[in-house]
C-alpha cells in the first residue's frame, strides 16, 4: 500500500517529541487506552447512510486507529456523527471476530472452534457445490446488502452469483418502496442536489429525521434560516429532533401522508396557486388531478390523518405561495403498505407549484442515479444475463421456512453466504426467520465483523475486515461525490475483505470471470478507467470527483423521465408486478395494517441516531447513549392504559409480542406507538427484538417492508417486572 502524500502531520500533539517530552501524560493516556496518533489518513465512511462522508482517520505507531475526523468535502464540511468519530470501539472491540470460526454447538447457540481459512473457504465451496449438485444452484443463496456501501465490497458475490447461477436477491428491504413512488411520477432517478437546501425558502421535511439520519441536512437548514429566514416543516407521526427544530410540524397518522398531499393539492387548485404554464408543458393527467382532489379537501385529509383542518389549509398556502420551497422525500413514509402511492402523491406538489425551476426548489430523494460508472466488469456484466429466480430479502423468513410462494416454484435454499448484513435482526417477522436460520439440512457461512445475531445461527463464521481496514470505491446517495478508499491499517487478527474472500471462492468453484483475477485497486482503476473518469490513484488524491448534474437535468428542465412529462396518473403496471388495486391518481389507500379494537395502537420503528441499523449497538459509548429499548406512547393513551413513565409494558399483535419500557410524552400522535432503534435482540427483556411484531407481506407493487405499517396492543406487564 502506498501511503502518498495525504498523508498529513498532526502537529506537536501527535509527533513523536511531543509524547517524548509529556512522559506524565502519556502514561495517563496508556491507563484511559489512549495511543498518542502519529498520521492522519484519508478515507470514507462505508455506512448505508446518505452522507458517505469523507473521513480522516488517527492512526497511532502501533497501528491502532484513534479519533476519526471529518473531511472537508463541500456538502459535509468537515462534519460527521459522533458514532463515527469513535469507530475505534468498532474496530479494536474486544468481541470483533478475528479468526474463522466453525460451530461446535448446537445451532444458534454461538459455540464455536478456530479453524483456518483454506479449511473454511474450502468448506464453503464443497457445501455450494454440493447444494448446486442436490437442487440445482438455485439452492444456494448470496445475500447482501449495506454493512458497506462500498460498490466493491457491496458487489463482490453479485459477480459470482451471475456466472453460478446461484438465485438472485430482490434488494426490496430499503428503498424499493420510495423508488416505485418516486419512479411512477418522476420517471427518473434524479433529485435536487442537497446542497441546494442552503438556498430554500420553505423546507419541507416529509418521513425523514435528519437530525439522526442524514445530519448534514440539519447544517443546510440551519444556514437557509439564517441567511433568509427560511421556514421549516417536518411531517412525521412524532417530535424527533428534526420536528423540534420546526416552525411547523404536522404530527399526522402513519400512513396517511397521501391524504395530506391530496388535501395540499385541493387548496393549490382551488385558490389558483399552481404554475399554470410549467404544469401544462410538464404534467401529464392535470385535469384529472383537479377533478379528482376537489373532492379530497383539508376537512377531508383532517378525518384521516388526524390534523386540524386549519393546520393543513395554512400549510398549503405556505406551499402554494412559496416557489424556492424543497421537500426532502423520506424513507419514513414510504415504510407502509401504502408507501409507494404515498410517495408518488407528495411528489406532484412541486409539480404543480413549478418549484422545480428554482434553486432550493423541488424535491431531493435518492442522488445515486446521478452517478454514471461502467460497472461492467465490477459486476460481471458482461457475463451472460442470468435468468435464475429473485428472491425476496425482505421475505427471507418465508424463502428459509419452505413457504411455496417464496421460493418461486424453485428449489429450497440449501446453502448461503451471508455479508453486509444481519438479517436475524433487521427483517421483519424475526421468529420465521430465526426458524428458517436454525434449519439442520441448511448450511449457513456468515462473513462478519462481530458475532451478530445472524452470525450465532451459523455453520462458519468468518472475520471481515472494516472500511479502515480494505480498498473500495464510494458514490453516494445524499451528494454527489465519487470517492475512494485504501486500507489505512493492517487487517485486524485474520480478518479480510468480501472481495477477497469472493475471489478465493470463485477460483475454488472455477468462476473465470477476469475480476477474480484483480486485486481491489486494480478493480476500482478499471471501473473509472471505463468510465472515462481519473485513475484510482488520481481520484483518492484528489479525494473527491464531484459528479453533480447540471443545474437543468437535476431540476428536470429538460423533461422528466416519461416522455418528458411528469405523471399524475400513475401507470402502476410499467412500475411493478404487484400492481393491482393501487390508485392511479393520488388517493389514500387503505390497505395499511388496520387498527381495531384488539390491536387500537399504530407501530412505528424508525432508527436510533446512536446506531446505523443494527451497526453500532455493539459498541459501548453508542449503547449507552441508546439506553434501552424504549416505547414511546402518548400520555392521554398511557394515562388510559393505567402506564406511567418508566414502566414495562407489552406490545404484541399475532406475530408475537415484546417487552419494553414505556416513555410518556405529548410529542406523539395519539394511538401511536413509537420504538426507535433496530436494538440486538438480547437487550430485549424477553430476547426477541422489535421485527417480532413486523409482517413481512410485500408491499406493492414491488415488494418491500413495512417497517412503520404495524397495528398492536400494549398491556401493562403482566408479570409486574418494571425495572
Ligand atoms: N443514525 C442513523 N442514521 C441512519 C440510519 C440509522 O439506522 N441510524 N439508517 C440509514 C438508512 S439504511 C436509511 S434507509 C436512512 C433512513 O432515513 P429516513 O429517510 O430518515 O427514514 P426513516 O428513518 O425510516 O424514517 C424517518 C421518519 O419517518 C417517520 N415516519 C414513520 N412513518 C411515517 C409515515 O407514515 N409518514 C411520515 N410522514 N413519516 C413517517 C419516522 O417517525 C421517522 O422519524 O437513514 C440512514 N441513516
Ligand atoms: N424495525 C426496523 N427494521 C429495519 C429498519 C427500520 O427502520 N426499522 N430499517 C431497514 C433498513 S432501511 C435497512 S437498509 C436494513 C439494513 O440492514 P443491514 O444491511 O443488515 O444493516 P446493518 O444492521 O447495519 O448490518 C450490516 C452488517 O454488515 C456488517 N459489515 C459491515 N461492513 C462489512 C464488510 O465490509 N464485510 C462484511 N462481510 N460485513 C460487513 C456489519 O458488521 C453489520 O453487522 O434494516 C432494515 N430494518
Ligand atoms: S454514518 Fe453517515 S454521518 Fe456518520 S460518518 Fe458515516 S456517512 Fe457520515
Ligand atoms: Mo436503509
Known amino acids: 500500500m502506498s501511503r502518498n502524500n495525504t498523508i498529513t502531520k498532526r502537529g506537536r500533539k501527535g509527533s513523536a517529541k511531543g509524547v517524548g517530552t509529556r512522559a506524565g501524560g502519556v502514561a495517563a493516556r496508556a491507563r484511559l487506552g489512549y495511543c498518542a496518533p502519529m498520521l492522519s489518513l484519508p478515507s470514507v465512511c462505508p455506512h448505508d447512510c446518505p452522507s458517505a462522508c469523507p473521513v ?64 473454511a473457504v474450502d468448506e464453503i465451496a464443497h457445501r455450494f457445490r454440493l447444494a448446486a449438485d442436490t437442487h440445482g444452484p438455485e439452492a444456494v443463496w448470496p445475500y447482501v446488502y449495506g454493512g458497506s456501501m462500498g460498490l466493491l465490497q457491496m458487489g463482490a458475490a453479485n459477480r459470482l452469483r451471475r456466472e453460478m447461477g446461484y438465485s438472485r436477491q430482490g434488494l426490496t428491504i430499503c428503498a424499493s418502496i420510495a423508488s416505485a413512488g ?42 437557509a434560516r439564517k441567511s433568509h429566514g427560511a421556514k421549516v416543516v417536518v411531517v412525521d407521526p412524532y417530535r424527533t429532533p428534526t420536528a423540534e427544530k420546526a416552525d411547523l410540524h404536522l404530527m399526522l397518522r402513519p400512513g396517511t401522508d397521501a391524504a395530506l398531499a391530496c388535501a395540499v393539492m385541493h387548496v393549490l387548485f382551488r385558490d389558483d396557486l399552481i404554475d399554470a404554464a410549467y404544469v401544462a408543458r410538464m404534467g401529464d393527467g392535470t385535469e384529472a388531478l383537479r377533478a379528482h382532489v376537489a373532492t379530497r379537501g383539508p376537512a377531508w385529509a383532517a378525518a384521516i390523518t388526524g390534523l386540524e383542518a386549519t393546520t393543513i389549509e395554512a400549510f398549503a398556502r405556505h406551499y402554494g405561495t412559496t416557489k424556492r420551497s424543497l421537500i426532502r422525500l423520506g424513507y419514513g413514509m414510504s415504510r407502509s403498505r401504502n408507501g409507494a402511492v404515498s410517495l408518488h402523491a407528495v411528489s406532484c406538489l412541486p409539480v404543480l407549484t413549478g418549484a422545480w425551476q428554482y434553486e432550493g426548489g423541488g424535491a431531493t430523494q435518492s442522488l445515486s442515479g446521478g452517478f454514471v460508472l461502467d ?29 411455496a410462494d417464496a421460493l418461486m416454484g424453485g428449489p429450497p435454499v440449501t446453502a448461503m453466504l451471508v455479508q453486509n448484513s444481519n438479517p436475524a ?11 428458517g436460520l436454525a434449519r439442520d439440512d441448511l448450511f449457513l457461512a456468515v462473513h462478519e465483523q462481530m458475532m451478530t445475531q445472524t452470525a450465532r445461527f451459523a455453520d462458519l463464521v468468518l472475520p471481515a475486515t472494516t472500511f479502515v481496514e480494505h480498498a473500495d470505491l464510494y ?14 491499517i493492517a487487517p485486524v487478527g485474520e480478518a479480510r475483505s468480501n472481495h477477497w474472500l469472493i475471489n478465493q471462492l470463485a477460483r475454488r468453484l472455477g468462476a473465470t470471470h477476469a475480476s477474480f483475477a484483480l486485486d481491489e485497486w486494480q478493480l476500482i482503476d478499471a471501473c473509472l478507467h471505463a468510465s472515462n473518469l481519473p485513475s484510482a490513484e488520481e481520484a483518492h488524491k484528489a479525494r473527491w470527483l464531484d459528479c453533480a448534474l447540471p443545474f437543468d437535468k437535476a431540476h428536470f428542465l429538460d423533461g422528466f423521465g416519461h416522455g418528458g412529462k411528469f405523471r399524475f396518473a400513475a401507470d402502476w403496471s410499467a412500475i411493478g408486478p404487484d400492481h393491482a388495486g393501487l390508485p392511479s391518481l393520488p388517493d389514500h ?34 449503547r449507552r447513549l441508546a439506553g434501552r429499548p424504549t416505547a414511546l406512547v402518548h400520555a392521554e393513551d398511557a394515562g388510559r392504559l393505567g402506564v406511567t413513565d418508566g414502566n414495562v409494558i407489552r406490545l404484541g399483535n399475532a406475530r408475537g409480542s415484546v417487552l419494553v419500557h414505556a416513555q410518556v410524552t405529548d410529542g406523539i400522535a395519539k394511538g401511536v406507538v413509537a420504538v426507535e432503534g433496530i436494538w440486538p435482540d438480547e437487550c430485549f427483556i424477553e430476547g426477541m427484538g422489535i421485527n417480532s411484531l413486523i409482517g413481512a407481506d410485500a408491499v406493492p407493487p414491488n415488494g418491500g417492508a413495512a417497517f412503520h405499517d404495524c397495528a398492536v396492543w400494549i398491556r401493562p406487564n403482566a408479570s409486574g417486572e418494571n425495572a
Not at 590 to 609: G, Q, V, Y
Open 375 to 403: 460497472r461492467t466488469l465490477m459486476d460481471g456484466l458482461d457475463l451472460p444475463a442470468s435468468d435464475a429466480r429473485q428472491l425476496d430479502m425482505s421475505r427471507i423468513g418465508a424463502i428459509l421456512t419452505n413457504e
Open 425 to 435: 435482526n433487521v427483517a421483519p417477522d424475526t421468529a420465521k426467520v430465526w426458524r
Open 182 to 223: 418516486w419512479m411512477a411520477g418522476v420517471g427518473a432517478k434524479r433529485s435536487v442536489d442537497s446542497r441546494e437546501m442552503a438556498k430554500s425558502e420553505l423546507i419541507v421535511i416529509w418521513g425523514a429525521n435528519p437530525a439522526a439520519t442524514q445530519v448534514h441536512l440539519m447544517g443546510l437548514m440551519a444556514r
Open 475 to 488: 458514490t453516494a446517495y445524499g451528494h454527489t461525490f465519487l470517492q475512494v478508499a485504501k486500507p489505512v
Open 56 to 119: 480522516d482517520v488517527e492512526v497511532g505507531q502501533d497501528g491502532r486507529v484513534g479519533r476519526l475526523h471529518g473531511g472537508k468535502m463541500p456538502y459535509t464540511e468537515g462534519v460527521i456523527c459522533a458514532k463515527v468519530a469513535r469507530y475505534a470501539e468498532r474496530i479494536h472491540h474486544p468481541d470483533r471476530v478475528t479468526q474463522p470460526l466453525r460451530r461446535v454447538g448446537d445451532k444458534g447457540s454461538g459455540r464455536f472452534a478456530p479453524i483456518s481459512w483454506d479449511e
Open 589 to 622: 389507500l387503505d390497505n395499511i395494517e388496520t387498527t381495531d379494537a384488539e390491536h387500537p395502537f399504530r407501530l412505528i420503528t424508525p432508527p436510533s441516531r446512536h446506531f446505523l441499523n443494527s451497526t453500532f449497538a455493539e459498541t459501548p459509548t453508542s
